[in-house]
């Protein structure tokens, strides 16, 4: 089982049987309030019947199509809308079915991108802490958490440096939005390029809000700083918007909620509402062109896989940004977002908080780690929401919330409320 304790799992089977929009039922028939919308995908909340409907259509008509020379209506369909979604000229994109594909697929298009310049040197990645990219060898070279290499050390891509993270409690904790301290952690980029030789590095990437490893909001002016330096010395910057696209932040991306223009953005996730695996990675049109000029004629990316583009993923795809669009679901993200906010500072002075964290309809709740034992706490925590009939997350010990767009304010209530409640019960 993925990133699951197995043997306890096993002993304990938490199983989830069925869904409907702000709900799971488990196996034993409760209902489940869904406090994560999945594991940040269910955007539009569980089996909604417009995406349902065009899945099933689709795998009716035609269930696959070869996307290696070959092509079908729906992908290309999918990429323009997509791209009139996108920030300025970020208008092509490639599918993958995964954001650890994406994040790979991007890393890729990079080195092409500079090899297509003339610039084959630049080959250097500079990552982050506490980043999390997925899990293919490149997600996970440039991602910053160390646990999720250190069973495969000695493999990894070789030339990659890492920024430190942005978390400091001793400035941040307690902040409501994005931190006002903080922007100086994006010269550390700066000091990383004058030591390497800026000739010689590839690409940044971050996520703007680092989701998986606690929700850590950038701090005011940092991303905008990153985006100086590397325009100062031509470094590509990506952001890895897996979490933070489709309204996730009360806007379609993260690159327009904090109005700070990337040169990739890599998405998954909400991308089809999770109903089918898919991921795709954006590109200013200028990379598009240099990788796609560089060569008379023939293939000019050797990169693709089987289901690029499935045709059910780009059926889900169109189905769910009509919804989107339709339900006006970022705006709606945006509008709940000040009542969110609240209810998360509610819980200011509950036992073991030691921070809380939010932005747009993302929340963290940081618990003070149990002595020798870290992530103990948090993870009882979990299993006491779950039994009491609310799915959070937990890293370590934050537990973090990003309900479905489509929640209600009682919604909201009951998931810190309970949460309020088993915080007291636990030790
Ligand atoms: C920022 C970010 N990038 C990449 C990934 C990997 O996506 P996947 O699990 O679809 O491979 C995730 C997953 O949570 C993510 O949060």
Redesign the pocket.
Known sequence: MPFTANRAFKRAPRLLVAAKDMHYIAADGRQILDGTAG??CVNAGHCRDSITAAIREQAGVMDYAPPFQMGHPLAFELAEQLARMLPDDIDHVFFGN??????DTSLKIALAYWQAKGEAQRTRFIGRLRG????GFG?ISVGGIEANRKQFAGQLLPAVDHLPHTHDLAHNAFTRGQPEWGAHFADALEEIVTQRGASTVAAVIV?PVA??TGVLVPPKGYLERLREICDRHGILLIF????TGFGRLGASFGAERFGVLPDMM?V??GITNATV?M?AVCVRRGIYDSVVNATASGIELFHGYTYSGHPLAAAAGLATLELYRTEGLFERAASLAPYWENAVHSLRGSRHVIDLRNIGLVGAVELEPRVAAAGARGFETFLKCFEAGVLVRVTGDTIALSPPLIVAEAEIDRMFETLGDVLRRVE
């Open positions: 594991l940040w995964s954001g650890s594909e994406a994040v999390y990219h997925g899990v997600g996520e989701g998986s890895d918007e897996v979490i890599t998954a996730k695996p991921g």
